[in-house]
């Protein structure tokens, strides 16, 4: 029976979803497969997602395969107490055998914040990126309103899969809350880092360093050099998959 | 030349505000005069609350004699470039020479965070307590009413000095945004662990297996053996101290 699951996590303990081969430092995956291992299930872990080291999941998308005679919701209690404080199984159900939570996946959601006030706020270094300078969220949402539609993202990433750099993004929304600044890109899929790149792009943007105009010719020009470099992963998240 | 600040800590790391004689495991005091030995001031810190260990401030108020030739800015900068990431000093001024940052205070304001879903959410683990079962924002409300005005409130704590448990609540809110619940309370003072034990006492309220009579009872009881236990430090977080 294949099982798809949305679950959440804390990354900063993690050196990122994918089980590496040996396992020097934990990953998601290989905890994953841990706490299927201590409940009598051996099989592998499927992710939507390839999260990097220190990236957060609110809505990870996972599949495996057991053998489990009792009910879904009692599975998901055993893997809850199973697996630890920092990764948590939020939705359990069944899928068909073929489901794939990478493959099929129409798209993926990212969320990153950023905390813009002079003096860093301990209580966000955990999941938010500190900019001592106040940023101008209403440049930032112009810039990221380019981004919507089918483009060759090269700019911003290279291709974790296969040779194109061309995604769809379907949405791109700059929220501020307080000091609390969060970047909401939804897109068939992602380059490697093309979050972190599009905002460490976007930051001098927002400080009046860099303009909309400098942004667009950025993502024209489909050069690597151009763009600004990777902010840090604690900043990230992965809010949804959608099927 | 006396230096009032307001600071903010994530205490996950701490054992509380107080320094410890000797200093087992760090304390924020201990570490703030540590930050300060290391810019060449010897002086003692004084704070305004003390935090248990766990607890978290968002804007606890500190006051310290400094011996500092440049200007305020710049040793506030000296210090957040010195201190560890968990503490940051957010405003620095200088105050009077006799301004002493809990003698001197005419309230305080606690928040405690509950995040009530049925799976415990891993990203709000450091800094809510979980509760598995949905609360009854309008019954917590309801209850915490009668917490406002003048009360002897030996139901939920011990005096931290002198004898009388007798303080003033000036305010006392419930605030649910999503699956969070914040309890906000501000008094002239707290008895030790008083918020967790409110926080203890009006969770079973809010589930329904208690009733707002039972927590009237239990305030004018001002019998410590009735109320609920101190409910986990890392939920609580002292947000503002008022002079």
Known sequence: MRLKAVI???????????????EREPSIQGTLEGALRKIGQAGGVLGAGRTDA???????????DVNWRHGVADLQRALNAT????IAVLELEQATDTFH???????RTYRYRLSHTRVRNPLLTRYALHVPQELDVEAL??????LIGTHDFAAFGQPTVGESTTRSLYRAEVNAEGSLIA????????LYRMVRRIVGTLIPIGRGERTEADFVAILQAAD????GPAVAPQGLCLTQVNY
Chains 1, 2 share one sequence.
């Open 224 to 227: 690597p050099h151009r763009a």
């Open 101 to 107: 939570p990478r493959y099929d996946a129409v798209s």
């Open 8 to 22: 959440a996590y804390d990354g900063t303990a993690y050196h990122g979803f994918q089980r590496q081969a040996p």
């Open 141 to 146: 949402r112009r810039a990221v309103a380019h």
């Open 54 to 64: 220190g990236v957060h999941a609110s809505g990870q998308v996972i599949a495996f």
């Open 83 to 86: 697996l630890p404080a920092d």
């Open 183 to 190: 970047i909401e890109l939804e897109a068939n899929g992602f």
